[in-house]
């Protein structure tokens, strides 16, 4: 794609009325991309016109889940409900210059018009009765609405950076409303104004807001204003290639968080490789992202979601991962899962802890579960496997092993593993019949990382209150 002219303004528009979805999040950070890739601004506009669905509490969530995915907006968040004045002008402005019209068409009228055109097969469409008649005939006690008087002939073609040249016959499109009967201003009117007046210079959206681009187009032509280039991304599809509904994951970007277990640069690398590639390469970091991104990687086909993908990506960035940026995303979890306060000493457990802890967890939850131990309060309680290791067999292996342990003033990974072996050996026990007890005292679980590892990182102290308060 050829480098734009002028300075790229894109935007993200969500309306308030639910959560932010997946789908609107990959939204988010194409556009934000592409800003960051040319060096421009990325803005975000709540469009809250419907007041009765807009909520305060969808409009944080919406903040909260693009912050999380480090998706920050440049300037001032824009309200669109507190444009309304500027977009009322606008279509007073349209109505002055001949360009839109009043029409006094009655609920009753327009039922008759989509019922006719039903019934002979035509598309249904607003006739365009008000168009040209004066107000003198209009009918007492009806408001009017105001319409945009659109072309009737010949077509519209928008040169679309992800579709290529995409046109629609004129008389396909009616005069679309721009002022509902209170005064209102509609969505289709507040968008057009917002994007010109917010100096909007892309428009990178779903595809599903195609259809609006071609009536939009007609808005920026009256008003004499430039259009912005037109980018209509595919939508993103389930595995079964159906559309994306909540059993495939069309859930708020908070579950992915939240229930999931995700870590945002990886849901973040996931979805810019949903609809965008850029050879095979598969895990892309931010900077990366940046450097390559622009839309003519864009495919015109819709992806399809893969949790799978996204578990295993979720995987190699917790891998990869510094140990203490894993600690402060756990640390909380753990401490409301296990309803303890983690002192200062419990934080640098479990951050020695994620080395052998983050090669085996694909989600941030399961880390947290496999490192909760190193941070729960004495006793342990142990799970049933762990029970059985520690039998009468076990726990008397575990009390002749502990007045070696109690000896050692040198606490380090090795020289615990040598002299756990050293004890097995000279009592001819096979290591498992020692070690395995041992998990099961220190972690309460049969699973756990490295057993010396383990009492490497528990310290001398806790190693030993634990193992005594099982034997």
């Known amino acids: 794609m050829s480098q734009p002219t002028k300075q790229v303004v894109t935007r993200f528009a969500p309306s308030p009325t639910g959560f932010l979805h997946i789908g609107g999040a990959r939204t988010a950070l194409f556009n934000w991309l592409f800003a960051k890739h040319h060096g421009g601004k990325y803005l975000l506009r709540i469009e809250d016109t419907d007041r009765k669905r807009s909520t305060p509490e969808a409009i944080e969530a919406i903040i909260d889940g693009l912050n999380w995915m480090g998706l920050n907006h440049d300037d001032e968040i824009t309200y669109q409900f507190a444009g309304a004045s500027r977009h009322q002008d606008v279509a007073h402005q349209l109505l002055a ?24 097969g035509r598309p249904m469409k607003y006739d365009g009765r008000w168009r040209d008649r004066p107000a003198s005939e209009a009918p007492d006690g009806v408001d009017p609405v105001v319409r945009l008087k659109m072309p009737q002939e010949g077509e519209t073609l928008i040169k679309d950076l992800v579709q290529g040249d995409v046109t629609v016959a004129n008389s396909q499109l009616d005069d679309m409303i721009l002022l509902r009967a209170d005064g209102t201003p509609t969505y289709m009117l507040s968008v057009v104004v917002d994007d010109h007046d917010m100096g909007i210079t892309h428009v990178i959206r779903g595809d599903d ?13 009256a008003m004499g204003w430039d259009l912005p280039e037109f980018a209509h991304i595919p939508l993103i599809h389930g595995a079964d290639g159906a559309k994306l509904s909540k059993r495939h994951g069309a859930l708020g970007i908070e579950a992915y968080r939240d229930e999931m277990g995700y870590l945002p640069e990886a849901l973040r690398n996931y979805l810019l490789r949903l609809g965008w590639g850029h050879g095979d390469e598969e895990v892309i970091s931010t900077k990366q992202a940046i450097e390559w991104f622009d839309i003519d990687g864009v495919g015109k086909s819709p992806s399809r979601f893969d949790f799978a993908k996204l578990e295993n990506l979720n995987g190699i960035y917790i891998r990869n991962a510094e140990n203490s940026y894993l600690t402060d995303i756990v640390a909380p979890l753990i401490a409301a899962n296990e309803g303890v ?26 880390l947290a579960e496999s490192a909760a131990f190193y941070v729960r309060a ?26 070696l342990l109690k000896g050692l003033t040198d606490w380090k990974e090795e020289i615990l593993e040598t002299t756990v072996k050293t004890f097995a050996e000279e009592n001819e026990i096979k290591l498992g019949k020692v070690a395995q007890p041992l998990r099961a005292a220190l972690s309460g679980s049969n699973v756990s990382p490295g057993i010396f590892e383990v009492m490497d990182i528990l310290g001398r102290e806790e190693s030993i209150n634990r193992i005594s308060d099982q034997v």
């Open 378 to 403: 004495r006793p342990l309680s142990l799970n049933a496997k762990a029970e059985k290791l520690l039998s009468d067999e076990g726990k008397a292996n575990l009390n002749n092993l502990l007045p």
């Open 341 to 366: 306060t983690i002192e200062e000493s419990g934080r640098a457990r479990l951050n020695s802890g994620m080395t052998g802890l983050k090669e085996r967890a694909k989600t941030i939850n399961e």
């Open 209 to 221: 807001h195609l259809t609006n681009a071609f009536r939009q187009v007609q808005l920026f032509k």
């Open 97 to 120: 210059e001949g360009k839109a019209y009043h029409c006094y068409c009655s609920p009753e009228e327009l039922t008759e018009m989509r019922e006719k055109a039903r019934a002979e």
